[in-house]
């Protein structure tokens, strides 16, 4: 695997950071994953304006242009096998002796990018759905960044695992906000549907704003499916027809159990055949375009 660090293209197993790293010491730092069709980055322009949307939030300046970005993310799909990949990018505050406060004066930011295989769900799963598990969403309220400061994340994400699940689907009590609703997936978004309508949480500071959540709902838009984009509270969730879950590595899936119970009839529904199928053929026209 050949990675990026810092102006160099080298081996991963060369790689070196400081054990100073601001992003080893406090999670300071933010992160995207692209992914990779056919050797193209898909909806690159968004997910690079996602990732300045992140440093503005943590006061990071971005150490590159967009021209400059598209130009090292070419790169690294070409130095990197496969047709389909999964790009990571990571910037942190750089090195500095440890103080919680930001160096003064600012130090090099550090830039890391890799390439991973990306491994879209199988067929056995889109047939199926996946189980998830709810839990408390007890992260902090900057849920729009794309902080890689994920212990919150993993350790909900491990619930899930631990009850031999894929996903945890994550409720937020909030009284000021009202009552307990939905806000996302450990790493993913979340819909539900409900007589034919699906329902999206708004893209607050309680969610992170997923690129391919905007692809699902440009698509609802673009072929006359009903959707809302609102709260989708606790008892939804429970009583919804269908569930589904986006990402940019799992893209489309349905969620056919939630803590032990059937969602809707316990198969992937008319939605989520209807959103997977476009959501297919958007990326297909993308690609050839
Ligand atoms: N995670 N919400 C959270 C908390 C996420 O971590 C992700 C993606 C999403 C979906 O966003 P997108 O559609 O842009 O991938 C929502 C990535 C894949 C990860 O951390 O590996």
Redesign the pocket.
């Given at each position: 695997m050949m990675i990026y660090l810092n102006g160099v293209f080298m081996p991963v197993e060369e790689a070196k950071i400081s054990v100073l790293d601001r992003g080893f010491i406090f999670g300071d730092g933010v992160?995207e994953?692209i992914p990779v069709y056919s050797r193209k980055a898909f909806r690159i322009e968004e997910?690079l304006r996602?990732l300045q949307h992140s440093l503005d939030g943590i006061r990071l300046a971005n150490p590159h242009g967009n021209a400059e970005w598209a130009e090292l993310v070419g790169q690294l799909i070409e130095r990197n096998a496969g047709e389909d990949q999964?790009l990571?990018l990571h910037i942190t505050r750089g090195v500095a002796r440890r103080d919680h406060a930001f160096p003064n004066p600012p130090v090099a930011p550090t830039v890391f990018m890799m390439s991973n295989p990306l491994i879209t769900p199988s067929a056995e799963l889109l047939r199926s759905g996946i189980a998830c598990v709810t839990a408390p969403d007890n992260r902090w309220l900057r849920?729009d960044l794309?902080s890689i400061a994920?212990l919150p994340?993993v350790l909900l994400r491990q619930m899930a695992v631990d009850a031999g699940c894929a996903e945890t689907v994550l409720i937020r009590s909030d009284p000021v906000a009202g009552g307990e609703f939905m806000t996302?997936?450990?790493?993913?978004?979340i819909f539900a549907v409900k007589n034919g309508t699906l329902l999206a949480p708004p893209k607050d500071n309680f969610?992170?704003?997923?690129?391919?959540?905007d692809v699902v709902l440009e698509l609802a838009a673009a072929n006359g499916i009903p959707h809302e984009v609102r709260r989708v509270m606790k008892e939804e969730v429970f009583a919804a027809d269908e569930l589904l879950l986006?990402?940019?590595?799992?893209e489309v899936l349905a969620i056919t159990q939630l803590d032990g119970k059937p969602v809707g009839n316990g198969k992937p529904g008319a939605m989520f055949a209807r959103l997977y199928a476009l959501y297919q053929d958007f990326k297909r026209d993308v690609m050839r375009g």
């Open positions: 992160y994953v997910h996602r999964s990571y849920c794309k994920l994340n996302e997936g450990a790493a993913s978004n969610v992170l704003p997923g690129i391919t959540y986006t990402s940019s590595t799992k």
